[in-house]
């Protein structure tokens, strides 16, 4: 009997001595960051530029990959049933961890249960984009086109419960269109087909439509923020266009799985944190009109906060707009 506790309370300390060595020396290994998205929309562009500067302080490669379907849950599903070891996060956001509860009878996840919170890597601006002869030049006249044409216009989205779809959800209920939707594995894709033209319009984060804007390969008609992004200085706010109600900013965030050891986890925010202090990766989210966030902001207590906040927010939202669950 005494024999048999010995032998338990050796084999349990041997195990808490390599469970301690194991997090003193993380990562021995690279790591990998889920995007529940495709590859070249706004979610894995933040999780690129993010990812590559963690990587420097981390000492391992950040190996991003993409795991696209069902408005980004499909991917985040796989990132909560992830090994909590540290060697594989997933950026999430307002949609997988804000809006998609709303949407999902029988999602598989808890935004706020089944992930410990990295911290917030970039906020992303809402524009309302649409394709660059679309027979409309202010917000005014697209939303009269719309009005004037249900069903026949078409608007593009990265899946049910992602941001591009619940803040276009938000607009359409808010002005009252019945464009058809089109879902697609990201708005990376969704933005080639609108500078394609097979599409006509989409709401998307600023990071994934501010070349095209600048390029003149789609057009931009509103920013819904309460001011004009310094780096889109030509584009009028949604209030300035006459659809002040409609304001929506996006938020993306780095999580890891439940249980991941605390030792792990404080390496992990200490390296977010020291990307989102370097200049250079600094400059690179700026430029694309991100909006980083303050320092107060950056700590995992207010992301596990605030993901608690948005998805009560998206709630009421989604529900009065008739697409709630
Ligand atoms: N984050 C985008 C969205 O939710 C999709 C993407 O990253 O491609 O609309």
Redesign the pocket.
Known sequence: MQRTLFAIVTAVSALLAAGTGYAQNYPTRPLTIIVP??AG????VIARIVGENMSKTLGQQMIIENVAGAG?TTGTTRGAQAAPDGYTIMMG?M?THGAAPALYAQLKYDPARDFEPIGLAAGTPILIVGKKNFPAATLKEFIAYLLANPGKVNEA??GIG????STCTMLNYQIGAKPTRVAYR???PAMNDLVGGQVDYMC??IVNVIEQIKGGQIKAYAIATTARSPELPDVPTTKEAGLPAYEVSAWNALFAPKGTPKDIMAKLTDALGKALADNATRKRLLDLGAVLPAKQEQTPAYLGEFVKKEVARWQPILKGAGESK
């Open positions: 998205f495709a929309g706004p979610t894995d980004g956001h949609g989205h990265a992602s941001v591009s779809h990201g708005t990376g998307d984060q």
